[in-house]
Each structure stands twice: as C-alpha cells, then as structure tokens.
C-alpha cells in the first residue's frame, strides 16, 4: 500500500516482526491534516490486523515527530465546520482501539497534536532534541485532541495547566522528568533503541502483551478497585493459554521459552 503522507515498512526478521510508519509532510513539519490521519489510522489498522506483525513504532522526522494539527487547513473553519466534521474523533478512536503496543519515537518538535498523538502512544522515547508543547493557546484555542486530558494525567496538574496555559515548550530532559517519556537517547539511537524495544516485546506471548497493554490503559479510566479486579479477572484468563504452560515449564527447566500464541 502506499500512502501520500505516511511511509511504512516492516522491520526485523524474527517470527514478529514491527511495523513503522513514519510520518512524512516535510514541509509542514509533518502537520497533521486531514489525508495523513486517514493514512495513520490506515497503516494502524492494517498493522493491528497483521499476524506477523507484533509491535508498531511511530516516527517522524529529525526536526519534527509533528508540529500539530494542520493550521493552514483550520484557519478557513468556522464553528460548524469544526463540530459537524469528525476530523478530530475518527483517527484517534482507531488509535486508542489498536491492540498491540504502539511506541512513539520523539525526535524535533512534537507539538499540539503533535504532543497529542505521541501520548496516545503506550511508550514515548525521545531523542534529546524532542521538545514537547501544547501551544493551542497561542492560536486562539486549545487542545482538541486530548491534551487537556492525557497531559495532566502524564505530568500532573501543575506542569499541564503551566504547557497549556502558556504554550511554552519543554525539551526531552524535562519531558522525563516530569514523566511524559520512559527514554532520552541521543538522536542518532532513536530508531534503534526504538526498534530494539518493539523486537523485545515481539518476542513474548501476543496474548499477555495485550492484556497487559489493555490493564495499564484501565489504570487511566477506572477506580483503582475496578482497575485491580479488572486486572485479576485478566491475570486469571492467562492461566488459560498455552503460552503460559510454556514461559513457566521454560523458566523451571533453565530453557528461554518458544512463544506461540500471537
Ligand atoms: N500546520 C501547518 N503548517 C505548519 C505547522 C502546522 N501546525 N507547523 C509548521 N508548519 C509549516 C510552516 O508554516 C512552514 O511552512 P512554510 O515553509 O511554507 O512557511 C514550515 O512548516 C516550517 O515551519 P517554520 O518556518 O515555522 O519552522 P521553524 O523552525 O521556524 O518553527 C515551529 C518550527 C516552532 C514548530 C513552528 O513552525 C510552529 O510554531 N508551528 C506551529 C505549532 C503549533 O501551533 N501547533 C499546534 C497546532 S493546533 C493543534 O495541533 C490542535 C490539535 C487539535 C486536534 C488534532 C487533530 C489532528
């Protein structure tokens, strides 16, 4: 398949193999417009669907992951423009519904929507020229895309309320600080260590990659009473797959286990 604003390709040569997409409108810095969040949510899809596919990596370039929503294209909208379109919901409801991990790696400005997308992500590793922000402020709006929400969940209220109220940028260092990303990485190992993380996950049991995945993202949308039986119905269910038999006769015999179930 080939995309206009996206390039993907499949990596790697074990049995599961991760899926890149990288995002690519150069001249806008990889603004997110209307064609390559079809094309993300495209790519997601089809990676999600793919059997030999065990992890996704999301990139975008050295000086921008993405800059944000597509300004140009918003600034004609007017208020029934914006509601009655389903710009902002379609794409990122596919995002949230991909089942396998998807890893954001973070080089150059990843902003508004840019900074929303990399948070939809389930792991964030930046390169040390990452600068995240939420700059909607400055254009006469604001985050649209969840940045009001996943941010102050990522990074507390008063880190949040200080990016959304004044726009201001903060670069990778600041980012892990605060606990936006798991890594910084100088910008060269970004793909690499970005890739050797999704191989790593490749290799374990399909099954409790995603339970763990969907019980982490439960934490976010659930009391923590729901969240831990939610999580011990599901650890319960593990018991269940061949997988399990297999990681656990594997570690008593001293052997690395050979995972099935996908
Ligand atoms: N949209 C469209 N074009 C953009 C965008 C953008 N978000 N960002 C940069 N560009 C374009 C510039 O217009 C410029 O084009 P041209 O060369 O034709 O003039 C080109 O990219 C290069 O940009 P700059 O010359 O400005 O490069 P600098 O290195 O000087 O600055 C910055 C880089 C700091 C990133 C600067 O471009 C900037 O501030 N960009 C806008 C960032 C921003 O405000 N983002 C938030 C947008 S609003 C949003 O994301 C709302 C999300 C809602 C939901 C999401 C749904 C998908």
């Known amino acids: 398949m080939t995309y206009e604003n996206i390039l993907t390709e499949l990596r790697g040569n074990g049995p599961l193999r991760t899926g890149l997409v990288t995002l690519h409108r150069p001249k806008q810095l990889n603004a997110l417009n209307d064609t390559l969040m079809d094309e993300l949510g495209a790519a997601l899809k089809a990676f999600d669907a793919d059997d030999t596919v065990g992890c996704i990596v999301i990139t975008g370039s050295e000086k921008a992951f993405a800059a944000g929503a597509d300004i140009g294209a918003m600034a004609k909208w007017g208020y029934m423009d914006v509601y009655k379109s389903d710009y902002i919901t379609r794409n990122w409801e596919t995002i949230r519904s991909i089942r ?120 976010y949308e659930s009391p923590l009473s729901e969240g831990v039986t939610f999580e011990r119905r599901v650890f319960h269910s593990l018991f269940a797959t061949e997988d399990q038999k297999e990681g656990m006769d594997a570690f008593v015999a001293k052997r690395k286990p050979a995972f099935k179930q996908r």
């Open 100 to 219: 396998k991990p998807v890893i954001a790696a973070v080089a150059g400005f990843a902003l508004g929507g840019g900074c929303e997308l990399a948070m939809m992500c389930d792991i964030v590793i930046a390169a040390d020229t990452a600068k995240f922000g939420q700059p909607e402020i400055k254009l006469g709006i604001i985050p649209g895309a969840g940045g009001t929400q996943r941010l102050p969940r990522a990074v507390g209220k008063a880190k949040a309320m200080d990016l959304v109220l004044t726009g201001r940028m903060m670069d990778a260092a600041e980012a892990e600080r605060a606990g936006l990303v798991s890594r910084v990485v100088p910008a060269a190992e970004l793909l690499d260590v970005a890739f050797a993380a999704a191989q790593n996950i490749c290799e374990f049991s399909g099954p409790s990659v995603m339970m763990a995945k969907e019980c982490v993202n439960r934490a």
